[in-house]
Structure formats: C-alpha cells, structure tokens
C-alpha cells in the first residue's frame, strides 16, 4: 500500500514537472514568435533600396570590386531573410562543441534581427537560446529544456553595441544592406580591407573587412579585443565566410565560422552551415 501511494506521489510530481515545462516552453517558443513579427514589421517599414550610379565610384576599390561579385544581375531590394542553419557550437567557458541548429530572421533596410538556436547540453537535455535586437536595444536568453532561464541579459549601452555589430557582422547574408544609401558606410583601408561602419539610434558599430582576389568577403573582424570572461559569446569578433552560391540573383556565402577574438587569438565558438534562405519583399513576396 506505502509503495503504491509512493508510486503515485511520484507520478504526481513528475506530471506536475512536465506539465511546467511544457507551458515553459511554450511561453519561451510564443516569444520568439512575437520578436520575430517584430522583426518582419521593421523590416517591411523599412526595406533595403536599390542603389546606383555616383555612390559607388565613391566606395572604396575592394568593396566595388565586392559588389560586382555578389550581384550577378539587377540589384534587389528586399525587406527581411530568413535562414537556417546547422553546426557545432561551443558554449562560453566551454571546450568543447555540441551539434546545434538555428534560425535567423533579420531586417534588411534597418538593423534588426532574431536569432534563436537549440543546443544539447546532456542527453535528453537541451538548451534554447535566444537573441533579439530592434530599434536600438537587445534582450539576450537561454533556458535549459526551453523552461529554467540560465541567462538574462537586458539592454546597456555595451550590449546594444554588440548586438549592432551582430548585425553588421551577418550582413553578407545579406549584401544589400551593405549598399550606399542604407545604414552602414564604408572607409578605405588597403588593397584587400575597408572598414564597415553602421549606425543606428545613436549608436555606432564597425568592422574591418577582408576580400578575397575573386571579390569574395572573405571575413569581418573586430578592431578591440572582445573581453573571453563575459557569460555569452555575444557578436563575437572575428566571422569567417565560405562556399558562396548564388541565391536570388546574389552571391551568398554557406560556409561559416564565428569566433571571440582576443591577444592575436582567436576562438571559435560557431561553426557551419547555412541550409536554407529565403528573402522576402515588403509586400511579402519571397525569393528563395
């Protein structure tokens, strides 16, 4: 009798815990969702335009030379992508790396972006993960099995910056954003690099950029240290771009690696590949 009443205790708790959990997890995937409407609205407030003519005689040489490789034919303009991606990522204060899948849904005209990401920590455990930037300001979140909130970062000055520069350093999945005329401006450095600057509600971020011979952007990076101490990983410093195929009458990179960066160092901590893309109008036609 003791063990059957033992046995229903335990199937009471164990129902209640589940029960957490899954509402948990279902208010962490609702808000998601709703940052990324969020995003969409910004993005089809303000789409990325088509630009032409004397601003680019005024780019610098690399970055000329960067355009006439990614845009194979018309210039297009487009107000939000969406991808996915697969790879291996390595937590903060971590060596090793886990499988890890995400998604990405970023405004093109005007910094934005959601990126959202699932990551085992143990077997049967998980972590979701959570990054969100609009009109200035970022919300950063993790919570084990999608319930138990491990990271809660809020908005200050540092991390909005960063949170800018995570869009900066993701735009060649998105190269129009990159055109004169939108956020971001260029400065000449050398043969091969110029520097990327984008501006918005007050705050300013930049990054060096490196092209290959082919015109291929080849890699952003950070001109300070990143601090390796912090509990996230944020923008990082350092993003390699690889494999580039044409998409939408663009060339877009597949390939990636991300890395905090630091003393001449550099640490990887998100690896791999984009599976999917789809870009979308303002009047939400979309273009895979």
Request: no cysteine; aromatic share 10%; proline share 6%.
């Amino acid at each position: 009798m003791i063990a059957k009443r033992l046995l229903l205790a335990a199937a009471i708790v164990i129902a209640l815990v589940a029960g957490y959990i899954g509402f948990a997890a279902y208010r962490t995937e609702a808000a998601i969702s709703d940052f990324e409407e969020a995003v969409e609205a910004i993005g089809r407030r303000a789409p990325a335009r088509a630009h032409a003519g004397e601003a680019f005689a005024e780019l610098p040489a690399p970055v000329r030379e960067y355009f006439a490789f990614t845009f194979r034919d018309r210039i297009p303009s487009y107000a939000v992508v969406r991808l996915r991606m697969t790879g291996d990522f390595r937590r903060p204060g971590r060596d090793t790396f886990a499988e890890t899948t995400a998604s990405q849904t970023i405004a093109v005209g005007e910094p934005a972006l959601l990126f959202a990401a699932t990551t085992p920590v143990l077997p049967g455990v998980w972590a979701r993960a959570y990054d969100f930037y609009a009109t200035g300001e970022m919300a950063m979140k993790a919570k084990i099995l999608s319930a138990i909130t491990v990271v809660d970062e809020q908005a200050t000055p540092a991390l909005n910056e960063t949170s800018l520069r995570r869009w900066l350093l993701e735009s060649p999945l998105y190269p129009m954003a990159l055109l004169p005329g939108g956020p971001v401006r260029w400065e000449p450095v050398d043969a091969h690099r110029a520097r990327a600057i984008v501006e918005a509600e007050g705050v300013t971020a930049s990054l060096i950029a490196t092209f290959r011979k082919d015109g291929s952007l080849k890699q952003f990076d950070a001109e300070e240290d990143g601090d390796l101490t912090t509990p996230y990983h944020g923008s990082g410093e350092h993003a390699l771009r690889t494999e580039y195929r044409e998409v939408a009458g663009m060339m877009i990179p597949h390939g990636f690696l991300v890395a905090r960066a630091a003393e001449g160092n550099t640490h990887p901590f998100w690896r791999g590949e984009v599976t999917s893309i789809a870009f979308e109008r303002a009047q939400a036609q979309r273009e895979h």
